[in-house]
């Protein structure tokens, strides 16, 4: 895994009064929580539209008012964090007994863990500085080898499906239904890895690229992130085409093949391959890697991401007059870069816990329900969806309770490269820092432009500096008579929107992930059994943006444990529980069955 309109997924479409079509039971709880939301809707209602509340309530999508972003109905929703019950594929009912009962088997296990193992073993593995496909075949070598391997794990999938590749080794499987009005859905993945530092090889308990299965362990670079991904959703496939599963809706795998450089190879090529096959808008649904689950206040809760933070690298650039430093001015270049810097970080960014911000969607969830919760804490977090001050005790609170907190829900900044003077005795006469931004999900470019140059133009017209900001008129001041130039800049065209956000509550394809996660908990394979309480809430994560345009619904979700990593990815013991991975195999399964024949995707 390697991160415009901020929450206006959530704003625009979590509104429908939409009732859940999981099953029966399903419906009845989910329809208590529904009609207690409905009813301080309805009172809210009353108050705003007084004798329009009938004409209102019954249109499917009830419009928001512009000043008000984020309306009564739509904290309630947000407070409630409904729940879906566990999906069963009750379609396909007997056909994911036999599986489950299949999956279930040390055969199947050992064959899983082998097909994961054997994966490990090709080291595919790419640098930032890659040459693309085509023009360094050893570099890309290994991932042929990887394709030969994957034929001879998965031969039906490549004997029954169509295979293309995009741009020589991303690939492409599709699994035709037999109901071509039914949008597929599409589960990527990818097969690169993050280099091993060779230098780091003597601390592996088993070499980097064993894939060894020591009985409790997967080992290796790429078995946690992404090569699990990658086995366990063809293995979802072929073990389906092995029992003679027959889809109704199609379903497509996309496999890149640099995700860890950015995916400008991988990623963009399948993009457009899609795009030119299917369509824009023409899937139901993504299911990409990303978050996975974890044990929080005395229940699991899983955090498939509906949200992705926005980037920008601004370069600030300040040039002056030359000369001899013999008769040098008050402050040089070098000096007013200095202090445009200082000036950043003693206004970082606020973090500013915004009601219509997936981190406080998430809080709320947990408020909602976690079991061990402190009393206290979550008395603030539902204080906090009408009350100002408590909104600002939570964020203090916040702090101390996640320490992902700063990171997660406000904008960032981070001076991280400077650059300036050439000679001890010669003035600087252009210099800059490039300073890096991750931008929350309720915010935008042009925000954090507007206020990056509020900071900084007081001080640059104290120094006497004439501003470019963002070639922006507005930001700017180009006075003629000037002593130098402050020019502010995207350094590296890095500019990306936060991406939009995937309708969550009440919106069907959220539901059936839903489902499908509880469920796939509720009967979890799992040796030590516990009792515990699974829910689901929107999280916040990574990088699908070249894929926005394929559907509203992406979701940056693996069925994965926080405790089924050894010690994480990237680093150094990259290890996957083996029976994470079989619960991550169940998810797909879970995931396509419950995809076949739902009326909760297009
Ligand atoms: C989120 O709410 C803030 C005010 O609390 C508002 O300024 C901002 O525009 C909203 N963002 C979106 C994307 O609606
Ligand atoms: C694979 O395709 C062949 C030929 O179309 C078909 O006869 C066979 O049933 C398919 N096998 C599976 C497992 O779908
Ligand atoms: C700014 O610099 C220019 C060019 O050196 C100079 O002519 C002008 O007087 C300066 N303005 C101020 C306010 O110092
Ligand atoms: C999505 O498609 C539109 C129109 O085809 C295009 O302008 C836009 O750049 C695309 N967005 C992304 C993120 O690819």
Redesign the pocket.
């Known amino acids: 895994m390697g991160d415009s309109k901020g929450a206006h997924g959530l704003l625009d479409s979590n509104l429908t009064e939409h009732e859940p079509k999981a099953n029966e039971a399903g419906k009845k709880r989910n329809l208590g929580l529904r009609l207690v939301a409905l009813a301080i809707l309805f009172a809210c209602f009353l108050n705003a539209l007084g004798s329009n509340v009938h004409s209102a309530l019954s249109s499917s999508k009830l419009k928001l008012n512009d000043e008000d972003p984020v309306s009564d109905n739509i904290l309630e929703e947000i407070s409630a964090c409904p729940q879906v019950e566990p999906t069963e594929p009750s379609a396909h009912k007997e056909l994911f007994q036999e599986l489950d009962d299949l999956i279930r088997t040390n055969d199947f296990r050992l064959h899983a863990y082998e097909s994961l193992g054997g994966a490990v073993r090709v080291p595919t593995e790419t640098q930032d500085e890659e040459k693309p496909p085509g023009e360094d075949p050893e570099q890309w070598k290994p991932f042929e080898e990887l394709h030969e391997y994957l034929k001879t794990r998965f031969p039906l999938m490549h004997s029954n499906l169509t295979v293309a590749k995009a741009n020589s080794y991303s690939l492409i499987f599709h699994w035709q239904g037999s109901d071509e009005s039914l949008k597929p859905i599409l589960l990527t993945s990818h097969q690169d890895v993050v280099p091993v530092e060779p230098e780091t090889t003597s601390q592996w308990v088993r070499p980097p690229f064993s894939g060894y299965f020591d009985g409790e362990y997967i080992w290796g670079r790429g078995s946690c992130d992404d090569k699990s991904g990658l086995i366990a959703s063809m293995t979802a496939v072929e073990t389906l085409l092995s029992a003679g599963f027959q889809p109704e809706r199609s379903i497509v795998l996309a496999i890149g093949i640099d995700e860890e450089r950015g995916g400008t190879y991988g990623a963009t090529a399948i993009r457009d391959y899609l795009l030119k096959v299917y369509g824009e808008n023409s899937f139901s649904i993504l299911v990409d890697e990303g978050n996975g689950y974890s044990e929080r206040f005395g229940a699991v809760v899983s955090t498939p991401a509906v949200a992705e933070k926005g980037k920008l690298d601004v370069r600030m650039q300040v040039s002056t007059p030359g000369g001899h430093s013999s008769r040098p001015p008050k402050h040089t270049s070098i000096g007013m870069l200095s202090r445009l810097i200082t000036e950043l970080e003693a206004k970082p960014h606020p973090t500013n816990l915004r009601r219509n911000g997936t981190f406080y969607q998430k809080v709320q969830c947990l408020a909602e329900h976690s079991p061990s919760i402190s009393p206290s804490l979550r008395k603030l977090v539902k204080t906090s969806l009408k009350d100002d001050k408590a909104l600002s005790e939570l964020e203090i609170e916040l702090e101390k309770v996640f320490p992902e907190y700063e990171p997660s829900t406000g904008t960032t900044q981070a001076v991280d490269i400077i650059h300036g003077g050439v000679k001890s005795n010669a003035l600087p006469e252009q210099v800059h820092a490039i300073v890096n931004h991750r931008i929350a999900d309720y915010s935008s470019v042009s925000e954090l432009e507007a206020r990056f140059a509020s900071i900084v133009s007081p001080l640059a017209k104290k120094f ?1 500096l004439s501003i470019d900001a963002f070639g922006d008129d507005e930001l700017s001041d180009s006075s003629k ?3 130098g130039q402050l020019v502010l800049s995207d350094a590296f065209e890095s500019a990306l929107n936060p991406a939009p956000v995937t309708p969550t509550f009440g919106n069907g394809p959220w539901e059936l992930l839903s489902g499908s996660i509880l469920f796939t908990f509720a009967t979890n394979q799992r040796s030590a059994k516990t009792d515990e309480k699974y829910f689901v809430a929107p999280g916040l994560a990574l990088d699908t943006r070249y894929y926005w345009n394929l559907t509203k619904h992406i979701f940056r979700y693996s069925h994965l444990g926080a405790s089924d990593s050894y010690n994480g990815a990237h680093t150094v013991n990259e290890a996957i529980r083996a029976e994470g991975l079989v619960e991550l195999i169940r998810f797909f399964t879970v995931l396509i069955l419950n995809s076949d024949k739902t009326d909760l995707l297009d």
């Open positions: 006497n008579n000037s002593f």
